[in-house]
């Protein structure tokens, strides 16, 4: 049981949208856990990395929402604003996963007994532990040289072979030098609704996807994984959104409300996946889709509500497979 | 003998790929390029390395700032060359 119980929950997002998915979930699985362990002061802090003016206070209650300034100039920086506005413990929550099951972050309060342990990280995704869904014991965060959370690049005299390391990562090398540890939760594909590139996938396609055009774009899409998975992801986040809410996800700025059209429709989406002829990408994507569609699945029946999901996979993939 | 320019134009899209000193970005997309010496005028440089140059208008976002002269633009995200992060607006002091 945590000695302090005071919490600053801190998520950046850049669309408005996912935001309101997300907070749903927060408060529904997240929150009541917590508090039900002990930790009777939480704040909720969401960035507005993009798209300030279009988040609508009234889908956050109890949301503190907060947008671009010195200190915070983007969501990256935001992590160790809000690291340095935590009191007892600090809970970063990236924009695209969602936890399913309260009582398992819970069951993990425990090692904070342990003076040794600095944080729980719920999720990795990389060689160290990240920001994804990292709870952290503020003071140990705080006694690192700051920016403590801040991406950075190593050897880079030798590029392109440099080592990039992502938010948080470095602060996790830091921490190990101090003699301090990372708990790692178990399983947090079974406890996770976890989705990659979503917003990374939107921004792309708000700053550069009108420039090289619709067709171009998609081809991207069918060229680079990361962006596949991102489009894929959206599909389905997306078509759990418009179930919920009966509105459209993703929408572009100026367009006529088309569902997607600020990530890539489903038809495209089918277009691109249909150019990719390597077996070992197909191979890999699939699984990556497999896991995704369990992912929505669950947590759409945290929702009640069973998803007919679009068909956008080429037949003759699922047939190889 | 300088060689002729090469106009890089909005609409095209280039990746993981090299530009030496005698291009000039008018719109093009770079992702995970490397820049080396030519003028950036608009487009996006998203990712990769801006070796040297004059980067005088456009976005750039996520790539690694290593020498040349901010004249203007959008600086979206990145690194200096001691590979520190830079979050937006934070254009390096050197640059």
Known sequence: MPERRHLLLASPHRYPDLARLWYRAVRRDLLPALEGAGFADIQVQIFRDGHADEFDPSWFPGVTLQAPGPGARDFVEFY???????????????????????????????????????????LRRGALPGVYALLCRSADYQALPQPVFAASYEGLEAWPKAVNRGPGERAALALRERGKEIAEAADPEAHLADFHGTTVLRASREIFGGAIGERRFEELVGEKRYFAMGAYDNLLLGTLYEAVFGEPFAVLPGDAGTHLAGSLPAAGLARALAQVEDPGRRSALLAYFRRSDEAIARLAAREGIALALPRVIPESWREAA | MTPDPVILQAGEFYHKERFGPETVNRGAVLLECEWDGGAFESGVMLGGLFRNGEFRGGTFWGGVFWEGQWQGGTWESGFDREGRYRPRTDVPDYA
């Open chain 1, 80 to 122: 160790d604003a809000a690291l340095q506005a935590s009191g007892g413990y600090l809970f970063l929550l990236d924009a695209d996963l969602f936890f399913l099951d309260g009582a398992w972050p819970v069951s993990y309060l425990g090692e904070f007994e342990r003076p040794e342990v600095a944080a729980v990280s719920y």
